[in-house]
């Protein structure tokens, strides 16, 4: 293993330790549902835990005791509300103390501590947390610009342990980026005074690939939505139907994998080496690639004209 990965892993403050689980459960899950049917954890429960949407319907139908949990899938809105505001707050907070000199709330200090961000001086680039805190702003705000108005959601549920987890990740993922700024006592560190200078090619590439990514998962969602919509825009049905065009010709769930790579833009924009975020990474890939697995099986088992050539993640992979 390399020097710097040794030294990230033996650093494992509970941030890191809160990502690497979610990681292993969302891996774990994963490996379960790939075990042939036989082997298949026939649990009623755990199964009403991993599966939101249309991936709950079917056959047999689901226990009243699971059922007596379930919230509208079109809440989903109101994660990315949360988002707006809690990680807008945090952008304005990390705004004022890199151009203001303002020092971020002793409360907000006091919980980066205790989540794990290290008092350090160098090492980290500040304006390349400033810059991702300010992709996933706008990735929250086109989301739920989305689910107002793109989106057709059906009367399709999520568990209301799902909605709760939906509720906590992006407050947990924007404390996770804030965390990686340098910071001297309760203020930002910027080398040299001037956080603009410290613009690198990878904060270029990042921004690039966030919004390439960005523009295919809203093309995405708007397939899905014109599946239930006449020419004229109105809503006619909330049956499901094979989505074309774009990604779609590839994989069953083009969104998920664009999600992917909106996370991945963030790392590059990180510069490549932050373990923190890399950690975040993995943890989007496998809850992803969870999600595209059961939605291609679904797909899969509904339509018997599903075009044989796409899989569920990955183009040409898995």
């Not at 226990?63 to 990680?87: G, M, Q, T």
């Not at 390349?128 to 989301?143: N, Q």
């Not at 603009?196 to 809203?218: E, K, N, P, V």
Request: hydrophobic share 50%; with cysteine.
């Amino acid at each position: 293993m390399a020097p710097w990965a040794e030294a990230e892993l033996s650093a494992l403050n509970p941030l890191r330790a809160v990502w690497l689980t979610l990681t292993a459960a969302f891996l774990l899950t994963l490996l379960l549902q790939l075990l042939p049917p036989g082997l298949l954890p026939g649990c009623a429960i755990f199964q009403d835990l991993i599966r939101y949407g249309k991936t709950k319907c079917g056959e047999p139908p689901r226990p009243a005791a699971c059922r007596a949990f379930d919230v509208p899938k079109r809440y989903f809105s109101h994660f990315y509300i949360i988002s707006v505001l809690w990680n807008g707050f945090l952008l304005w907070c990390l705004s004022q103390s890199l151009f203001l000199g303002a020092p971020f709330p002793s409360w907000l200090h006091g919980l980066l501590r205790i989540l794990g961000a290290a008092q350090f001086q160098g090492g980290e680039l500040a304006l390349s947390a400033f810059l991702v805190l300010v992709f996933l702003w706008l990735h929250s705000i086109r989301r739920l610009f989305e689910c107002l108005y793109v989106s057709v959601f059906s009367n399709v549920m999520i568990h209301v342990v799902q909605y709760c987890f939906g509720l906590v990740y992006y407050v947990l993922v924007g404390l996770t980026v804030l965390s990686q700024v340098p910071m001297d006592g309760r203020n930002a560190y910027v080398t040299g005074k001037n956080v603009l200078m410290q613009a690198r090619w990878f904060h270029i590439l990042g921004m690039m690939m966030f919004i390439w990514s960005s523009a295919h998962q809203y093309k995405c969602h708007v397939i899905l939505g014109n599946l239930r919509k006449n020419k004229a825009g109105v809503v006619i049905h909330c049956n499901h139907r094979i989505p074309f065009g774009d990604w779609f010709e590839y994989v069953s769930s083009p969104n998920y994998l664009a999600e992917l790579m909106i996370y991945v833009s963030m790392a590059v924009t990180f510069g490549f080496h932050n373990f923190t975020w890399w950690l975040v990474v993995t943890n989007v890939f496998f809850s992803q690639a969870l999600s595209a697995f059961l939605s291609h099986q679904f797909y899969k088992s509904k339509f018997v004209s599903y075009p044989k050539h796409r899989k569920a993640f990955l183009p040409f992979l898995f």
